[in-house]
């Protein structure tokens, strides 16, 4: 029996998966698959912006044949998008062939939903928001030599375009000593970097231990290995956390942390609960401290009311922050917030429009940063070979993607590269 899972969306998404994966192999399913030769097909949804939908949205109508034709196959369908109000119902009536539907608190629960939906003829729905942090599922990791590790789960910030506080509900850390157990276990088993993650790591908490606490303890677990974490909230991000990066020269100095917008009004408007100026000067205290750091960010543009100016304050903001590199999305309104109801929507010409003149700065910003590594020696996670381009490829600390060529396998080895080239955020170099 084989299985087959679809990831839509963040990396909390790509870890969960790796959980459904360790589930359905603990309930028979051996191997995955490509989708046809698939006996199970697993989407792991999401729902941050419309076009996240609309895909898993077409993908999951076009199996539609493929159910008809192979008896005994299964669909589930879980994540954020099963979890929003209203579109579990929505789904299984427009696609009456999905078999199972769970929610994003209800993953390790997978198991006991196939073995019902073979007794019971009707659609398997569990949607039920669970208060604990631990459900025993344990991940089929597929990410060597990295390792994610999940420290909270849900948000309570509700900015107000988001919608992960209702798909997600209210924030859980899960206990340090549980975390610190699982980081020295991958390490023994040889995984070479641990990324902690959260929606806000930042607002992290057991008992006395803060996240700063909590990335000392991580960062001092014994072994070879790098440390990253995301995502930070900007209005949570300390010196104490600063601190504890600049102690440790495992932790790379990439820090992710999303501005949103370059103007104060929208940010308030959004709830983000920062000005542009105490953005700037969490972005200064970072530098001041560790002078090589580099941040990337998430930027959104044409949020309701949003003028040129106030656009124009944005792509300012990605040279002042002086970003590596951003993620930029279009402002996609979800049913449920706050900033879908509001009244001034900006058109969407208006939208694409400042979209690519932002994405035009960011890359401007990347290409200039990428290219003063010409030259340079990196230290290089190599975690893939790519089969087109022959080269092996992993990340240096500071997050720019490395190629290279090899006569052996390198992966899982830190190597020494000589940079030759740089394209975008990548950089491609000789071993050393
Ligand atoms: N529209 C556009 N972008 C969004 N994001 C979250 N919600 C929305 C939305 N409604 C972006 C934010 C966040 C990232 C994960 O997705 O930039 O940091
Ligand atoms: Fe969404 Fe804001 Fe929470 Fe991030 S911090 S998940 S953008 S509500």
Same mark, same amino acid.
């Not at 087109?388 to 390198?410: I, N, S, T, V």
């Not at 940079?419 to 050393?432: D, F, P």
């Given at each position: 029996?084989?299985? @087959?899972?679809v990831?839509?969306?963040?990396?909390?998404?790509?870890?969960?998966?790796?959980?459904?994966?360790?589930?359905?192999?603990?309930?028979?399913?051996?191997?995955?698959?490509?989708?046809?030769?698939?006996?199970?097909?697993?989407?792991?949804?999401?729902?941050?912006?419309?076009?996240?939908?609309? @895909?898993?949205?077409?993908?999951?109508?076009?199996?539609?044949?493929?159910?008809?034709?192979?008896?005994?196959?299964?669909? !589930?369908?879980?994540?954020?998008?099963?979890?929003?109000?209203?579109?579990?119902?929505?789904l299984?009536?427009?696609?009456?062939?999905?078999?199972?539907?769970?929610?994003?608190?209800?993953?390790?629960?997978?198991?006991?939903?196939?073995?019902?939906?073979?007794?019971?003829?009707?659609?398997?729905?569990?949607?039920?928001?669970?208060?604990?942090?631990?459900?025993?599922?344990?991940?089929? +990791?597929?990410?060597?030599? $990295?390792?994610?590790?999940?420290?909270?789960?849900?948000?309570? $910030?509700?900015?107000?375009?988001?919608?992960?506080?209702?798909?997600?509900?209210?924030?859980?850390? +899960?206990?340090?000593?549980?975390? &610190?157990?699982? #980081?020295?276990a991958?390490?023994?088993?040889?995984?070479?970097?641990?990324? &902690?993650?959260?929606?806000?790591?930042?607002?992290?908490?057991?008992?006395?231990?803060?996240?700063?606490?909590?990335?000392?303890?991580?960062?001092?677990?014994?072994?070879?290995?790098?440390?990253?974490?995301?995502?930070? @909230?900007?209005?949570?991000?300390?010196?104490?956390?600063? !601190?504890?990066?600049?102690? @440790?020269? %495992?932790?790379?100095?990439?820090?992710?942390?999303p501005?949103?917008?370059?103007?104060?009004?929208?940010?308030?408007?959004?709830?983000?609960?920062?000005?542009?100026?105490?953005?700037?000067?969490?972005?200064?205290?970072?530098?001041?401290?560790?002078?090589e !750091?580099?941040?990337?960010?998430?930027l959104?543009?044409?949020?309701?009311?949003e003028?040129?100016?106030?656009?124009?304050?944005?792509?300012?903001?990605v040279?002042?922050?002086?970003?590596?590199?951003?993620?930029?999305?279009?402002?996609?309104?979800?049913?449920?917030?706050?900033?879908?109801?509001?009244?001034?929507?900006?058109?969407?010409?208006?939208?694409?429009?400042?979209?690519?003149?932002?994405?035009?700065?960011?890359?401007? $910003?990347?290409?200039?940063?990428?290219? %003063?590594? #010409?030259?340079?020696r990196?230290?290089?996670?190599?975690?893939d070979?790519?089969?087109?381009?022959? &080269?092996?490829?992993? +990340?240096?600390?500071?997050?720019?993607?490395?190629?290279?060529?090899?006569?052996?396998?390198?992966?899982?080895?830190?190597?020494?590269?000589r940079?030759?080239? !740089?394209?975008?955020?990548? &950089?491609?170099?000789?071993?050393?």
């Open positions: 029996m084989n299985y @087959h899972i990831t839509y969306g963040c990396q909390m998404n790509v870890h969960e998966s790796e959980k459904i994966a360790g589930l359905l192999r603990g309930a028979g399913y051996e191997s995955e698959s490509t989708i046809e030769d698939a006996d199970i097909i697993v989407f792991n949804t999401c729902c941050i912006r419309e076009n996240a939908e609309n @895909h898993a949205f077409g993908n999951i109508g076009a199996l539609k044949k493929m159910k008809r034709q192979k008896r005994g196959l299964l669909i !589930a369908v879980g994540g954020c998008m099963a979890q929003e109000a209203g579109k579990a119902e929505l299984v009536k427009k696609f009456p062939f999905i078999d199972i539907v769970f929610g994003t608190h209800n993953v390790a629960e997978l198991p006991s939903l196939i073995a019902r939906k073979q007794r019971e003829k009707k659609v398997v729905s569990l949607l039920e928001d669970r208060a604990e942090t631990e459900d025993g599922a344990q991940p089929y +990791r597929t990410s060597y030599p $990295n390792a994610w590790v999940n420290i909270t789960y849900g948000c309570n $910030n509700f900015c107000t375009y988001c919608i992960v506080p209702y798909v997600r509900g209210r924030e859980k850390s +899960r206990s340090a000593s549980i975390i &610190l157990e699982e #980081v020295r991958l390490v023994a088993a040889g995984y070479k970097e641990i990324t &902690l993650l959260g929606q806000n790591v930042n607002s992290y908490r057991d008992g006395e231990i803060d996240f700063p606490a909590l990335l000392d303890m991580v960062a001092s677990v014994e072994g070879k290995f790098r440390v990253r974490f995301m995502t930070s @909230h900007p209005k949570d991000f300390s010196a104490s956390l600063v !601190a504890v990066m600049k102690k @440790h020269e %495992r932790i790379c100095n990439l820090l992710h942390l501005a949103q917008s370059g103007s104060s009004r929208i940010l308030s408007l959004m709830n983000r609960r920062y000005t542009r100026e105490e953005y700037l000067e969490k972005v200064a205290l970072l530098k001041k401290e560790i002078p !750091a580099e941040l990337t960010t998430d959104i543009v044409a949020f309701p009311t003028t040129e100016e106030e656009f124009e304050e944005t792509l300012s903001l040279e002042e922050a002086d970003f590596s590199s951003a993620f930029t999305f279009i402002y996609s309104p979800r049913k449920g917030t706050k900033a879908a109801e509001m009244e001034e929507q900006i058109a969407p010409e208006v939208a694409k429009e400042r979209i690519t003149r932002l994405i035009d700065r960011v890359n401007e $910003n990347t290409r200039r940063k990428s290219e %003063r590594y #010409v030259g340079e990196i230290e290089i996670l190599c975690e070979y790519d089969r087109k381009k022959g &080269l092996y490829l992993g +990340r240096e600390p500071l997050g720019r993607m490395g190629y290279f060529a090899a006569d052996r396998d390198c992966i899982g080895e830190f190597v020494q590269i940079v030759t080239r !740089a394209n975008g955020i990548s &950089l491609y170099g000789e071993l050393v």
